[in-house]
């Protein structure tokens, strides 16, 4: 390894942005940008009926409903540090897409709603990052409304997220009321000013008895934040890095997203003590961010990002070494070795070719049917990274086709949006239908919006008598092939020829289970 590799792997920052719906999260994305210098403007997410769309909501149906349901992948430059920022669907329809981003990021922003707390996707959420012990940083969102008092927001999150709560700022008022917070990481005080396009005034206030407290907010408003922070500093936990950086402690910032207040000290703070690009593991060792040879994998696909050019994209995370335009590597799946000519960076729909990345950057590479997701690619050594799964979808639709001469369309259509990930496509052994499952019934509603206006395909769907699924195996392909002899209308290939027992119920599957012990039902699948 190179003092140079060193040096810029250990400038980048990748993490995901992570909230339950209309916490805000979106708005905060903006926002990070524009501090950032990506983008001029932050796009008014509320404002639907405008032309003016949040930057990282590209697609019509997210601009018409106002909701993230695709992970939008963004880069900027911010005080010399390198950040990739993976900004997920909040809808919990979209919780597989969301899951396969945090298997790409080294650190997660959590965004909560200072009205509403924890929410029932903010959980699910957690869940996710606990698998990993992905290290979170806490964003207490919408303080100019009138919402929860902090300290039983505090008490929330650590009820529901089983995480300890370290506020390294805190907020004085809220509402109508809100002045501003101060920051206990730093001792500043930041005064609120309601205009989104203008940077918070900050004081330096080290001593919480100087008087400058009480003439910058009030004196009873002060008498109150000493109150506050003394009982903080006398049952609140200190933070510690480490049990941040190891997922059991989370430090906590309020602020305003919409009104830019809270999100620069979250910035700044975030860059020093989140995580640098970690290690890897794959299915033989361990892969070391800093190694010299190049290797990558592939968590996400989308395809029509330019709809002019109906092109598809596959986003390589980097996991080691340094890549630079025009080198070979080798595919692994398919044992072959590709070059890597035109690689992107993202800034949202805006996208630039990169000459040179490495490990923790995000990159986008052409892809022409040939990459999937969880497909790992090096320079030499033959690798598999593990983590990425599909999981069992719970429902089910038939898609059914307005006019019979866009069957090749259809199928196309189905196969690249399949790639994606958002929805799974099998095709029964039976029959020549088209069968769609999703962990969430809204992804059938995109499915057909985007068959309409990315491949000029009127369809619709109609439910089936399907409940769940289970991806089958045998060690004896004998046994296999009885199997498919008796339960042979319950059985269909999906987009990569995998054979799946579809279940009428919860009851059935268990029955078919119990009749076949010889047969493996997986309801997750890692990713070949």
């Not at 992948?73 to 919990?92: C, S, W």
């Not at 033959?382 to 089910?396: N, Q």
Request: glycine share 6%; charged share 25%.
């Amino acid at each position: 390894m190179s003092i140079e590799q060193i040096k810029e792997v250990s400038r980048r920052r990748t993490f995901g942005i992570i909230s339950h719906p209309d916490a805000g999260k979106t708005t905060l994305t903006e926002k990070l940008l524009l501090f950032g210098g990506a983008i001029k403007m932050a796009g008014a997410v509320k404002s639907r009926k405008t032309k003016k769309h949040a930057t990282s909501d590209w697609m019509a149906m997210e601009q018409e409903r106002g909701i993230s349901v695709t992970s939008s992948v963004m880069k900027f430059l911010y005080k010399d540090y390198e950040i990739n920022l993976l900004d997920t669907p909040g809808h919990q329809d979209f919780s597989e897409d969301t899951y396969r981003v945090l298997t790409a990021v080294d650190s997660a922003l959590l965004v909560i709603d200072s009205a509403k707390g924890v929410e029932t996707q903010t959980e699910k959420l957690m869940e996710v990052c606990r698998m990993r012990d992905t290290p979170i940083i806490t964003f207490i969102n919408k303080l100019d409304r009138e919402g929860l008092d902090p300290l039983d927001i505090l008490a929330d999150i650590e009820e529901h997220l089983k995480i300890v709560c370290v506020p390294l700022t805190w907020p004085i008022g809220m509402g109508k009321s809100f002045q501003g917070t101060y920051n206990i990481y730093t001792g500043s005080l930041c005064i609120f000013s309601a205009n989104e396009g203008k940077q918070a005034e900050s004081l330096i206030i080290t001593d919480l008895n100087s008087i400058k407290l009480d003439e910058a907010i009030g004196k009873d408003e002060a008498a109150a934040l000493r109150d506050d922070l003394a009982l903080l500093e006398g049952a609140g936990s200190v933070f510690d890095k480490e049990a941040y950086l190891q997922g059991k402690q989370t430090p906590v910032f309020f602020g305003s997203a919409v009104n830019n207040f809270g999100v620069q000290e979250l910035l700044d703070t975030f860059v020093e003590i989140a995580p640098a690009p970690k290690n890897r593991m794959s299915t033989t060792r361990e892969v070391l961010a800093t190694e010299t040879e190049f290797s990558a994998v592939a968590f996400k696909i989308q395809a029509n990002m330019d709809p002019a050019h109906r092109d598809r994209i596959a986003f390589l995370r980097i996991c080691s070494g340094k890549f630079t335009r025009g080198m070979k590597v080798k595919h692994h799946r398919m044992g072959k070795e590709i070059t890597i000519a035109n690689a992107t960076i993202f800034m949202a729909q805006d996208r630039s070719g990169v000459e040179e990345a490495y490990a923790g950057d995000i990159i986008g590479v052409h892809n022409h049917g040939t990459i999937r997701i969880g497909d790992t690619f090096s320079e030499k050594e033959v690798l598999k990274f593990t983590g990425i799964p599909s999981f069992a979808p719970e429902y089910f639709r038939k898609v059914i086709l307005k006019d019979p001469l866009k069957t090749k369309a259809l199928a196309k259509g189905l196969e690249q949006l399949a790639e994606e990930g958002a929805v799974q496509l099998f095709r029964p052994l039976s029959n020549a239908d088209y069968l769609l499952g999703a962990v969430g019934v809204l992804q059938f509603d995109v499915i057909i919006s985007r068959l309409q206006n990315e491949y000029n395909v009127r369809a619709l769907y109609d439910p089936v008598n399907f409940a769940t699924a289970r991806w089958i195996s045998a060690e004896d392909k004998k046994t296999l092939e009885e199997f498919k002899k008796t339960a042979y209308y319950n059985l269909a290939l999906d987009a990569d020829d995998n054979l799946t027992y579809l279940a009428v119920s919860s009851w059935k599957l268990q029955d078919v289970q119990e009749q076949n012990p010889e047969i493996v039902f997986s309801k997750t699948r890692e990713q070949d």
